[in-house]
């Protein structure tokens, strides 16, 4: 049996046997757990602090935060998962080390891709007319470094109308 026949066969159970489709049908329900884990870092990696949030269905439920060192619930299920928490010696300490473990380590692998990027600052600007180039008509300032990677150039096309040019 080909593939295409092996799909159609599978399409037609599937039909056959009930189940929903998968484009065009309205949901019921859509049900989402996520964790979030945040660093911030203040004079490169001499302060950080780590932030780890657990959101179910959008509503923030439990939080993590190393300056704080315990687990604060924001609703009843939360709660229940904090006192759960804060009570085990071995995961709060497990948490408490998640700054080095987790937030050093990343910073420290992202740095060079984030804040020690460089390239050479893009050429001077210049305007054409068919194969000409007509720099003096063009009024640009240095090129200025932003800071990071990128740069900033202000251009002025000075060009005089004259008469049989579009």
Request: proline share 7%; aromatic share 12%.
């Amino acid at each position: 049996m080909g593939r295409g026949a092996a799909a159609g066969a599978l399409l037609v159970a599937l039909v056959v046997l009930g189940a929903p489709p998968a484009a065009g049908a309205e949901l019921s329900a859509v049900f989402l757990h996520m964790g979030k884990q945040e660093c911030y870092f203040i004079n490169g990696t001499e302060k950080v602090r780590s932030v780890e949030r657990l959101i179910y269905n959008r509503e923030q439920y439990l939080v993590y935060d190393s300056d704080v060192g315990l687990y604060v619930g924001f609703n009843p299920y939360g709660a229940m998962n904090a006192r759960r928490l804060n009570n085990d010696p071995m995961w709060l300490e497990y948490q408490r080390t998640s700054e080095e473990w987790f937030c050093r380590v990343w910073y420290e692998g992202s740095t060079p891709f984030i804040t020690e990027r460089r390239v050479s600052p893009p050429a001077r600007p210049f305007k054409r007319r068919g194969q000409q180039e007509l720099s003096e008509h063009v009024v640009a300032t240095d090129v200025l470094p932003n800071g990071d990677w990128t740069y900033q150039l202000l251009v002025l096309l000075e060009t005089p109308p004259r008469r049989g040019l579009s």
